[in-house]
DNA sequence: TATCGCATCTAGT
DNA sequence: ACTAGATGCGATA
């Protein structure tokens, strides 16, 4: 796999991206992680990443459109991340113990609570965020937590604000 | 292969 | 309103 690093209006700043010949394979919020990855050379593939994600995060395209490569997730872990790419859309949300739910992975767990917090691990470990919208994923009872830190909770908020789900706050430098 | 650290929910004060 | 208790993952050594 080889990287690339794409600018975004990000509070957290650019973004890195893994690409392999099926798709984006991974990727991280934090750009300056990439300095001592393998950096990707193919001209087309550097456009077509920067340009999906540059359109989506400016608001002008509801659909990224990028081809993901399921390998780094198997098992539950990839069943709970395809099913939340295919039941919310966007501008919509689900909560994690929703979520647990509806991806059938949980159905002999007894309390829902435990289900959810399974998915919450899940979504921390997810190696295609923003692809796999882990951020419309929200706790029962308000925004839920973000990986990253104390900058993980700002993204989600702006993406969630992008999508209008959230109404704009005073940080918000969004394309609205 | 063993251990650790969590992006939650529910119930009981 | 606030506190504590329950579980299964992925990552690391």
Request: charged letters at 20%.
């Amino acid at each position: 796999m080889s990287w690339l690093t794409v600018e975004t209006p990000l509070p957290s700043g650019p973004m890195h991206i893994a690409v392999t010949p099926l798709g984006v394979v991974a990727g991280g919020y934090l750009g300056d992680e990439a300095g001592e990855l393998p950096r990707c050379t193919d001209e087309a593939k550097i456009a077509a990443v920067n340009g999906r994600i540059g359109t989506y995060l400016a608001g002008r395209s509801r659909e990224l459109g990028l081809p993901i490569d399921w390998s780094l997730s198997t098992g539950p872990h990839r069943a709970v991340l395809q099913t939340l790419l295919r039941e919310v859309p966007y501008g919509r949300t689900i909560t994690y113990g929703e979520l647990a739910a509806r991806s059938g992975v949980f159905e002999d767990v007894a309390e829902p609570g435990l289900a959810a917090r399974t998915v919450g691990q899940m979504m921390a470990a997810n190696p295609v965020p923003l692809l796999v919208p882990c951020h419309r994923v929200v706790a029962a009872d308000g925004i839920g937590g973000f990986g990253g830190g104390r900058v993980g909770i700002d993204v989600k908020r702006w993406l969630l604000t992008l999508e209008g789900v959230l109404e704009p706050t005073l940080d918000w430098n969004g394309p609205l």
